[in-house]
């Protein structure tokens, strides 16, 4: 069974900092999954990566298969990015059920 | 295309009663996965399904809860005699194949209360 670690549980940011959140998890995997959980409840799946590292406009996620690690990074935050970040893993090939870390409640503050 | 829809998208029903909730996946998914999500802690897998079969149903407690995908309409998940403890937000997603291959989509989820 894979345990899904994220740090930190809670952060507070002020406008313009780059931000940094992690994810570590404990079995090797088939893809990896950052999901965006917005105040009101809903959920956006961010980023899907296997490896490398992938970009959308402020957003770049990074994965690195061998330290079973991956980052999520957004540069020149702003307050609409405050929301809950949450690391999804699919264990192994054929997998198709996610395993969720608890999230990263992030608030950015102008 | 429309995203996910879920609804009704708060529920409230009182212990013993049934809830019903509804997922139609976007057009052209006929992967369908349902999560619950417990007050304070992280979302779990419930059940996977294709048109018309169950694929997984590991993470469903073993009573009161069942899913089915029929060949025409939403995906319909089940609680029957509901208790308090099933109070969470429960989160229906879609995708076109498989979801270890392909981006899984979510709906806004359903929060069911119980009285």
């Known amino acids: 069974k894979n345990e899904v670690e994220q740090s930190p549980q809670n952060l507070t940011a002020q406008e313009g900092e780059f931000i940094t959140i992690n994810c570590s998890y404990s079995?090797?995997?088939?893809?990896l999954h950052w999901l965006q959980q917005h105040p009101g409840g809903g959920i956006v799946s961010l980023f899907m990566l296997s490896s490398g590292k992938k970009k959308h406009g402020r957003l770049i996620a990074t994965i690195n298969i061998q330290e079973k690690h991956s980052s999520l990074h957004i540069t020149a935050s702003h307050p609409r990015d405050s929301a809950v970040y949450i690391c999804a893993v699919n264990s192994g090939a054929g997998s198709y059920q996610l395993t969720f870390g608890k999230g990263t409640k992030l608030s950015v503050i102008p | 295309n429309a995203g996910v829809m879920q609804n009704p998208r708060h529920l409230v029903r009182r212990r013993g009663q049934e809830a019903r909730l509804r997922c139609s996946p976007m057009k052209g998914h006929s992967h369908v996965y349902w999560y619950r999500q417990l007050p304070e802690e992280g979302l779990k897998f419930m059940v996977y399904?294709?048109?018309?079969?169950?694929?997984?149903e590991s993470g469903m407690p073993k009573e009161r809860f069942s899913a089915e995908f029929p060949k025409e309409g939403p995906s319909i998940l089940r609680i029957q005699q509901v208790v308090r403890g099933d109070s969470a937000a429960y989160f229906c997603a879609s995708s076109p194949r498989p979801g270890d291959t392909d981006t899984q989509y979510f709906g806004p989820g359903t929060r069911l209360t119980v009285l």
């Open positions: 399904l294709q048109k018309e079969n169950i694929i997984d």
């Open positions: 079995v090797g995997i088939s893809a």
